[in-house]
DNA sequence: GTCTATAGGAAGATAGAC
DNA sequence: GTCTATCTTCCTATAGAC
């Protein structure tokens, strides 16, 4: 099967978003690139490194991919469907636009406690893909903020909620779920769904004022 | 001077904390290095680079570093003991433990906006460094965390903040700050003081309950 | 302290046998 | 489709002239 049909478009959202991709040699050199791109970055990959832990010569990488970047790409861009994918399943939620967005980040964060090496690729090697690959990306990450935003400009114009910098809000919960891929392992104290909890908690929080005139000495918040 | 003589010991958390590096061949060469580590990455960038954009020649490196992961280490570590400097400073302002984070989250904030391109080598690059640097940042990173920790835990003691879940809330407040050397560019809609100011507001949110009886259909927050 | 030159090896990618 | 062998380029770091 040559490069081109790489079978890569079935991923579920679910814990292994590398799990599809056909033929199986494809599959293992993805996985390996994948896990050392997240633990050394893209630049300190080597091609003979993924090939080796793919259980293969040098070359044969060479028989599934174009280049090195290519499969970069693929885990950036499979990485960001996935997530789109999610937060505009959680969209979809009914109620009132308070609840969907708690279940929005709730899902948003779980995702990426989950699939964190997968993620802190997609969101800390962008300067490694070519111009045409960065820009398909880019179009993925605005899909993302727009997601967000629209919903929390909903619950502004409902008067649901009482903030003043939609654009701001939109930027700072987006910014909490991802950020999660930078410190989250699997190993650690917190379960993703504790974490998931605690961070749609906190939107609501950060969504409504707080509880009565609380001092504030300082600058007021979201001007 | 030798290479062991590098003053790199006054950095100021002011604006360019490479600035005071002597003698001007290893700050020209660190300067050069920041740039290309933070848009490029580390694995991305040659000591050839790094040495023609400082208008030196490739051996000239060598003589105000060892190696190019000393010059990763000098930028990581002047970024840590600068970030760490600042949230020590703002922990020392008088007045409510609610009044003292605000104005650590606004200085952190402010931080991570003005030196975002060395808080994105500093947080990123860590895999580039030796085990034993290593183990020195991992030291600044933990004084970090437990300077706004004793200070949420604090407020928790004096009963002054509604939460269940002071680690937590400590790794979300430092996280959102943190991210912000991710996102942030200079010239984008948002100038670094406002992000702040809306930052510590959101912290007051975080740590107060929400308005009233506010309609919590899903899970609860911070259990 | 800066240069040129180069050692010595490793990088990405390809060719051709099987 | 996988291998070995190799092309060409580039890498980090050092040596030695000035």
Redesign the pocket.
């Known amino acids: 099967?040559?490069k081109e049909f790489v079978d890569f478009s079935r991923a579920p959202g679910g814990h292994d978003l590398l799990n599809d991709i056909e033929?199986?040699?494809?599959r293992r050199l993805a996985h390996a690139a994948l896990d050392s791109f997240s633990s050394v970055g893209y630049?300190g990959?080597?091609?003979?490194?993924?090939?080796e832990r793919a259980?293969?010569?040098?070359?044969?990488?060479?028989?599934?991919?174009?280049?090195?970047?290519?499969i970069l790409f693929l885990c950036t861009r499979v990485s960001h469907e996935s997530a789109l994918g999610v937060l505009r399943a959680a969209a979809e939620t009914p109620g009132s636009v308070m609840n969907r967005l708690r279940k929005m980040m709730y899902d948003f964060t779980l995702w990426h406690a989950r699939n964190h090496a997968i993620a802190r690729v997609a969101q800390y090697e962008l300067a490694g893909l070519t111009p045409e690959h960065h820009e398909l990306i880019a179009e993925l990450r605005r899909q993302i903020e727009s997601v967000m935003r629209s919903q929390i400009q909903l619950g502004v114009d409902q008067g649901e909620f009482d903030i003043e910098d939609q654009a701001g809000l939109t930027l700072a919960a987006l910014s909490l779920a991802i950020d999660v891929c930078r410190w989250y392992s699997d190993g650690g104290r917190l379960s993703a769904e504790r974490l998931a909890d605690s961070y749609s908690g906190l939107v609501t929080r950060m969504l409504s004022s707080s509880r009565d005139g609380a001092p504030r000495e300082g600058a007021d918040a979201l001007r």
């Open positions: 099967m040559p033929p199986a040699s494809a630049g990959t080597t091609t003979r490194i993924i090939s259980g293969l010569s040098s070359g044969a990488l060479y028989v599934s991919f174009k280049s090195k970047e290519e």
